[in-house]
């Protein structure tokens, strides 16, 4: 068995895989409902209570990995069933307390839940709404913050605690970046699948008449690391894709868009922020909409490639395959929606793979030199600013380009909070939501140190050395690269 980062990816892994084979076999309607007993056989439970709770979240995530709630629109669900471990009291009175005569926390709670016993204040946690006020106003730092890892790591605001101690999102401020799935140690909230939507697709493909392409995202070398690129493109073509492209090539395309895009506008717009994060721009749309005109109008390299295949192949079907939950949302937004087909991420791609009995090991490799070095290493923090100064040179355009990298959504706001007020010192905002970028996302397969160093050397590859030379033999002008 590959090695998983933990048992919850490992959980997520197996239930993929099994709704993968069902689904290639044609048998996932009447097969599906047998999943839970076969992850989970007993009649001891692997991680939970008991067997019979464990096969009812894995039910969930069955559900889950067939599509989801169709009512709701978020690409995030929470599994209320697997939410029910973390530590329900957020806030505890520590020994610091001194039960001081000015009672600041009893007085500031606006629900009555602090009392004293024997000079030494408690909090009614059946009260308690997790305000934080009492924390605030404490003169001894006597009560300790105890954040679930969901909320911990949800930069956007989005999460809450109801009554009942469950995680709830707010989807009027998700920006669907996924860290909250990521950081989950009990697997309790999950990003919605389209792996049974590809595979249908790619069983249908020759009888529908159409090519179905797969197009990976430039992160992908620091995830399959134990085989080589060209292995992998193998294998993916042996799942019935049609043939497989770089999206570093539309991050080409992008560059150099964005490149003309900023020395037509930075003059007027003082500043600019890129578009490349589905995420970021989601956050500047629900926290910063008096930003949005600084956003730059050119879509993100999924779309830009996916746009270039389909003027190419009037039959075409487009797959994106990357670490980003984001873009499954993305591929719905109304002014680009019908450019990307389907969104699956590397994880799910791992249990197709698997599903489908195909070992990268053995496979022969294939060529994969679509892209320059440029658009390989937009994959991580400072690749797409490396990019644009690469076009303003080659192209000598006369910009004073003064960019800035945010990694990860706490400098993305630190940015756009100076942008709002004037103070910031530059001209263009690269806004990245996961931290190290691309390389960084949610549904990696792992998160390692060697991650930016892996897509360097995987740019390094590129036969093509300069953005120009990648595009030669497209016409840029005549492919949509803004919105809309």
């Known amino acids: 068995m590959r090695r998983f980062e933990n048992d919850v990816q490992l959980i997520k892994y197996e239930v ?37 709770k464990e096969r009812a979240i894995i039910e969930e995530r069955v559900k889950m990995a067939m599509g989801g709630n169709k009512d709701i629109k978020n690409v995030i669900e929470v599994i209320d069933i697997a939410c029910d471990e973390c530590p329900i009291n957020r806030y505890t009175v520590t020994e610091a307390c001194r039960g001081c005569l000015a009672r600041w926390c009893q007085e500031t709670c606006p629900v009555n839940a602090i009392y004293f016993v024997g000079n030494r204040a408690y909090i009614d946690t059946q009260k308690c709404i997790e305000c934080g006020k009492c924390r605030q106003v404490c003169p001894y730092n006597a009560i300790s913050d105890v954040k679930r890892p969901c909320i911990k790591a949800c930069e956007a605001g989005a999460l809450s605690i109801d009554k009942e101690k469950k995680v709830v999102i707010d989807d009027e401020k998700c920006v669907q970046c996924g860290a909250c799935v990521y ?6 909230i999950m990003d919605k699948s389209y792996i049974v939507n590809v595979i249908n697709l790619l069983r249908d493909s020759k009888k529908n008449n159409i090519n179905v392409y797969a197009i990976i995202a430039p992160a992908i070398s620091s995830q399959f690391t134990y085989v080589k690129i060209g292995q992998l493109v193998n294998g993916i073509k042996k799942l019935g894709f049609h043939d497989v492209v770089e999206v570093a090539l539309g991050a080409d395309m992008v560059a150099f868009h964005e490149a003309k895009e900023v020395e037509k506008e930075i003059a007027d717009k003082k500043v600019m922020t890129s578009s490349c994060c589905p995420a970021f721009v989601s956050y500047i749309e629900k926290n910063y909409p008096e930003l949005k005109d600084k956003v730059s109008t050119s879509v993100s390299p999924m779309i830009a490639i996916s746009r270039l295949i389909k003027q190419i192949d009037d039959k ?13 949302q993305e591929i719905n937004e109304e002014d680009i929606k019908g450019s990307t087909d389907y969104v699956i991420t590397f994880e799910e791609l791992t249990a197709m793979i698997d599903a489908a009995g195909i070992k990268l090991e053995e496979c022969e490799e294939e060529p994969l030199n679509n ?12 690749g797409l600013i490396e990019a644009i100064k690469h076009v303003i040179k080659e192209e000598k355009l006369n910009i004073d380009f003064k960019p800035i990298s945010c990694d990860g959504l706490s400098e993305c706001d630190k940015a756009l909070k100076l942008t709002k007020f004037g103070k910031l010192n530059g001209n263009f905002i690269e806004g990245m939501a996961c931290v190290g970028g691309c390389i960084g996302g949610a549904a990696s397969i792992h998160h390692g140190p060697k ?24 016409d840029i002008e005549k492919i949509n690269l803004s919105r809309g």
């Not at 950081?183 to 309790?188: I, Q, R, T, Y």
């Not at 991650?451 to 497209?474: H, P």
């Open 371 to 382: 892209a320059s070095f440029f658009g390989r290493i937009f994959a991580r923090a400072g």
């Open 316 to 328: 075409a079907k487009v797959v994106f395959i990357g670490p980003c939950i984001a873009k499954k």
């Open 183 to 188: 950081k989950c140690p009990f697997g309790a």
């Open 16 to 52: 993929l895989k099994e709704v993968s084979k069902l689904a290639m076999e044609n048998k996932l309607e009447e097969g599906y409902l047998k999943i839970p007993k076969k992850i989970s056989p007993g009649p001891k439970p692997r991680t939970r209570c008991c067997v019979y």
């Open 451 to 474: 991650d930016r160093s892996e897509v360097d050397k995987y740019g390094k590859l590129a036969i093509e050395k300069s953005i120009k030379d990648a595009l030669r033999v497209i």
